[in-house]
Nanobody, 123 residues
Framework: QVQLVESGGGLVQAGGSLRLSCAAS????????MGWFRQAPGKEREFVVG?????DYTDSAKGRFTISRDNVKNMVYLQMNSLKPEDTAVYYC???????????????????WGKGTLVTVSS
């Protein structure tokens, strides 16, 4: 079993920055592909950015978000800059036991999920 716990969400003004953290349990963390997804009210959950065990990461379609991981601390981070009101959403950390290819991971390919952390960007 893998448990994921997100933190770092909150209220931020447009143009500001926020760093989300995801703490993962499990001995094999370094072999997981880790991703961040988000879900805005009334919308589908969408992929934000991901990083494989190899350190390969997806190109952030958002252009403002960067993912990183610390395999010693079993942590994944999402650095979000130049935030916009449309970035308001619940952000989820997810883990896949398999290498994930491409720049747009499907939520259906992820094996474990955290409960999410709310990010609210005010205008």
């Amino acid at each position: 079993q893998v448990q994921l716990v997100e933190s770092g969400g909150g209220l931020v003004q447009a143009g500001g920055s926020l760093r989300l953290s995801c703490a993962a349990s499990g001995r094999a963390f370094s072999s997981y592909a880790m991703g961040w997804f988000r879900q805005a009210p009334g919308k589908e959950r969408e992929f934000v950015v991901g990083i494989n065990w190899s350190g390969d990461y997806t190109d952030s379609a958002k252009g403002r978000f960067t993912i990183s991981r610390d395999n010693v601390k079993n942590m994944v981070y999402l650095q979000m800059n130049s935030l916009k009101p449309e970035d308001t959403a619940v952000y989820y950390c997810a883990a896949s036991l398999n290498y994930r290819a491409g720049n747009n991971w499907s939520r259906y390919d992820m094996d474990y999920w955290g409960k999410g952390t709310l990010v609210t960007v005010s205008s």
